[in-house]
């Protein structure tokens, strides 16, 4: 069943629901663009505070309002606070007897400050009774799994009431069981998928860049370490490249495990085995072939490809004939995601690429491969790499002054990184950090999106300790301090 929608006239771009994931990455990077997160929670409840006053006789009327610990809590906290305002007599219940953000804490002060009542733990099913409205504010979108106890009841209590059931951002438990079931869901900036009934949506003031261009809220769907986690589960990555210039695949590698991956393994030339394997006691390096890249690498890539989540092939790995006929053999037989970095974009051709492919060309690669110049005007960028991507069911990440990335159907900018970053080397970090992000099984899209931050962001790091003397292998050693700052 559809939902009963009502978005503002400005909104009406945001028909599409937009998933949990995107909406924690959307108020993430609101906060990195500059929107302060207590304006969001301020928006947030005001918003609602003004829906409901406008769907309802609230002058005088006992209005519960039902929280939990979390940013969720701190939207109804904030909402009770207007409705008092509005002349309601709203009433708060502490589920778990206190709120953990330090916002929520914040807004429960100001709420006492101004005299609502504020009860705790005990007495929801009184409260309920006595009440002529409820506000659920107990779960929010960053919740996951069947609602335990004590939510369990209180979710229970609330849709047995039969009173006028109102739902703050998304109605807990919404997926799983049991649920809210409200008469009204207030939402902030944009309709969430799974959502039925009376929807009404509020702008709460995050910004267009926070979804136009990549920023820190991209890492939410960084996958976390499982507490069981095994060697492996992270990601098992192999490097196909080295030849003519052994430094590219060296410094993607190094990359990958700097991304997070757990086994990184290289292929490479016999000529320059000796180098790549005395490079990283980490690599797990094979020798194939004599000076390029050819039959012998075809046959490690068909022996060792069900064991890997992911491949790049490209870095260093130059223009030979032996080198062409064997990517044309990988791309025509692989059967894990791949990413095509350098000499590789100019050895194949788009419309034989398989899907879940990235390739991540900078201007003149683009042209290489796809046999069309890429604009100088950003918007006109934009299209055409949208249009690329559409076309070839392949994710572009074309390198630039701005990045932009691209599946055919969503398209992202990503503006971190410095002019220094022109040195040599940083596009072998960069496929090497996208593939890691991939071998951990990200979708290609994210991990392309996401990639771009973090060498971006790791550069601009790099940049303020080593100036214009800074290197590609500064930037490897920056992207542990990006995952550090933002997970």
């Given at each position: 069943m559809?939902?009963?929608l009502?978005?503002p006239p400005m909104?009406s771009r945001?028909?599409?629901?937009?998933?949990f994931?995107?909406?924690r990455?959307y108020?993430r990077?609101?906060v990195?663009?500059?929107v302060?997160?207590?304006s969001l929670?301020e928006n947030?409840?005001?918003g609602a505070?003004e829906?409901?006053?406008?769907e309802?006789?609230?002058k005088?009327k006992?209005?519960?309002?039902?929280c939990g610990?979390g940013n969720n809590a701190?939207?109804?906290?904030?909402?009770?606070?207007?409705l008092?305002?509005?002349?309601?007599d709203?009433v708060i219940?502490l589920?778990?007897?206190?709120?953990?953000?330090?916002?929520?804490?914040?807004?429960?002060k100001?709420?006492?400050?101004m005299g609502?009542?504020i009860y705790e733990n005990?007495?929801?099913?009184e409260?309920?009774?006595?009440s002529?409205?409820?506000?659920?504010?107990l779960?929010?979108?960053?919740?996951?799994?069947?609602?335990?106890e004590?939510y369990r009841?209180?979710?229970?209590?609330i849709n047995n009431s039969g009173k006028?059931?109102?739902?703050?951002?998304v109605?807990s438990?919404i997926?799983?069981e049991?649920?809210v079931k409200?008469?009204?869901?207030?939402?902030f900036?944009s309709?969430?998928?799974?959502?039925?009934?009376?929807v009404?949506v509020v702008?709460i003031?995050?910004?267009?860049d926070a979804?136009k261009y990549v920023?820190?809220g991209?890492f939410?769907?960084?996958?976390r370490?499982?507490?069981?986690?095994?060697?492996?589960?992270s990601g098992?990555?192999?490097i196909?490249?080295?030849g003519p210039?052994h430094?590219?695949?060296i410094?993607a590698?190094?990359?990958?495990?700097?991304?997070?991956s757990d086994?990184?393994?290289l292929?490479?030339?016999?000529?320059v085995?000796?180098?790549?394997?005395g490079?990283?006691?980490n690599?797990?390096v094979?020798?194939d072939?004599?000076?390029?890249?050819?039959?012998?690498?075809?046959e490690?890539?068909l022996e060792?490809?069900?064991?890997?989540?992911?491949i790049l092939v490209?870095p260093?790995?130059g223009?030979?004939e032996r080198?062409?006929?064997a990517?044309?053999?990988i791309?025509?037989?692989?059967t894990?995601?791949?990413v095509?970095?350098?000499d590789?974009?100019?050895?194949?051709?788009p419309?034989n690429?398989p899907?879940n492919?990235?390739v991540?060309?900078?201007?003149?690669e683009?042209?290489a491969?796809?046999g069309i110049r890429?604009?100088?005007?950003?918007?006109?960028?934009?299209?055409?790499?949208r249009e690329?991507?559409e076309?070839?069911g392949v994710?572009?990440l074309?390198k630039?002054p701005?990045?932009v990335?691209s599946d055919?159907?969503k398209?992202?900018?990503n503006?971190?990184?410095?002019?220094?970053?022109?040195?040599g080397?940083?596009g072998?970090?960069?496929?090497?950090?996208?593939t890691?992000?991939?071998?951990?099984?990200?979708?290609p899209y994210?991990?392309?999106r996401?990639g771009?931050f973090?060498?971006?962001?790791?550069?601009?790091?790099?940049?303020?300790?080593?100036?214009?003397?800074?290197m590609?292998t500064?930037?490897?050693e920056n992207?542990h301090?990006v995952?550090k700052?933002?997970?």
């Open positions: 559809s939902p009963n009502y978005l909104f945001f028909m599409r629901p937009i998933s994931l995107d909406m990455e108020d990077n609101a990195w663009f500059g302060p997160e207590e929670m947030a409840g005001k505070a829906i409901i006053a406008s309802y006789d609230v005088g006992r209005i519960l309002v039902v610990t701190g939207d109804g906290l904030v909402c009770a606070r207007y008092r305002e509005m002349g309601a709203p219940f589920l778990k007897g206190k709120v953990r953000s330090e916002l929520s804490k914040l807004n429960l100001r709420a006492r400050e609502i009542h005990v007495g929801l099913e409260l309920v009774r006595k002529h409205i409820i506000i659920d504010a779960l929010g979108i960053g919740v996951s799994g069947n609602p335990k004590p009841t209180a979710i229970e209590l006028p059931i109102i739902s703050i951002d109605p438990g997926g799983y049991p649920c409200p008469d009204l869901t207030i939402t900036d309709p969430k998928e799974g959502m039925e009934g009376n009404k702008d003031g995050i910004p267009e979804r920023g820190p991209a939410v769907r960084y996958p370490l499982r507490k069981d986690t095994h060697k492996g589960d098992r990555i192999m196909i490249g080295g210039y430094g590219a695949p410094m590698g190094k990359a990958a495990y700097r991304a997070g086994l990184v393994y292929t490479v030339p016999e000529r085995y000796p180098v790549v394997a490079a990283c006691d690599f797990i094979f020798s072939g004599d000076d390029v890249i050819g039959d012998e690498a075809l490690r890539f060792l490809q069900e064991k890997m989540q992911a490209g260093g790995i223009r030979d080198t062409k006929i990517l044309e053999y791309v025509g037989s692989a894990v995601p791949l095509l970095d350098a590789a974009l100019h050895l194949v051709k419309e690429l899907e492919t990235v991540t060309p900078h201007r003149v683009f042209e491969l796809f890429a604009p100088e005007d950003i918007e006109e960028r934009r299209e055409v790499v690329m991507a076309k070839h994710v572009i074309l630039g701005v990045d990335i055919g159907k398209v992202t900018l503006r971190t990184g410095v002019p220094r970053m022109a040195v080397g940083t072998d970090v960069l496929a090497g950090t996208v890691s992000l991939i071998g951990r099984r990200m979708k994210d991990a392309a996401l771009a973090m060498v971006g962001h790791a550069g601009e790091l790099a940049f303020q300790e080593k100036s214009y003397g800074m590609a500064d930037v490897i992207i301090e995952l700052k933002f997970l």
